[in-house]
């Protein structure tokens, strides 16, 4: 198994591979701009399977299981543009600052990467370069030209989280993620809350920081954005069906805050 074609070549992806940037909507009409670091989980070909069992690319450690058909959705539905990211987590981390160590993960959970362990920094860099920085360069610029445009953007950064974490089991079945904003995350919480049957974390499972984030740190707190991060449990939209009924439900809320932001001049 060659792991380390990647040292040997100029680029990485080639023929075959698909590009990393997915996006819906382009021109989308709503305020929500909404992103998706964890979209996808195609390996590059050059990779192979990073010597990683099949079985465990599917689990949680190579991608936000679930997201990608709640936002497909949840984009359609409140017609706002999303940019996705289609390669695993486990080429690149999109949700973490380059030269980490879950940058490029070596262990993710309890799981060995052997396709990252040592590599150079050369490799490293390429895929910083063909698919950290594309999707991040597009979230980028399309904030920019919403800005000339004067488009009122407000960044919602979708995850979703594994139920049973290093053997704990996880009680939220959605949980805002942030630091700096006041309007946006406390507005959510409110809302979510009035929905009696569900368990809403807040700032859990996690919280926001430098070093296990990018999107938000970046895209939204130092653009000034309002933003919040929205991680639902896997287990609740991993079928079709659990996917279209938290889209409906996202959709809803969000429109309602739309509603709320206009009121107070913020979108
Ligand atoms: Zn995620």
Known sequence: MALDTADATDQLLGEGDIPPVHEVNIAGASPFLLTADHYGRTMPRALGDLGVADSDLVRHIAWDIGIAGVAERLAKMLDAHLIAQRYSRLVIDCNRPPGVASSIPEISEATAIPGNEDLSAAAKDMRRREIFDPYHGRIG???????????????????????????????????????????????????????????????????????????IPVHGEARGLVNTGIEIRQDLITE???????????????RQI??????????
């Open 141 to 215: 610029a399309t904030i920019d030209a919403r800005v000339k445009a004067g488009k009122p953007t407000v960044l919602v950064a979708l995850h979703s989280f594994t139920p049973v974490y290093y053997g704990e089991p996880r009680p939220w079945h959605i949980g805002t993620l942030y630091r700096r904003d006041t309007v946006l995350p406390r507005l959510m919480l409110q809302h979510l809350r009035e929905e009696s049957e569900l368990v809403v974390g807040d700032n859990q499972p996690y919280a926001v920081s430098d070093i296990t984030d990018y999107t």
């Open 240 to 254: 079709e069906a659990g996917q279209q009924q938290w889209a409906e439900r996202l959709a809803r809320i969000l």
């Open 258 to 267: 739309e509603a709320t932001l206009h009121e107070q001049g913020m979108s």
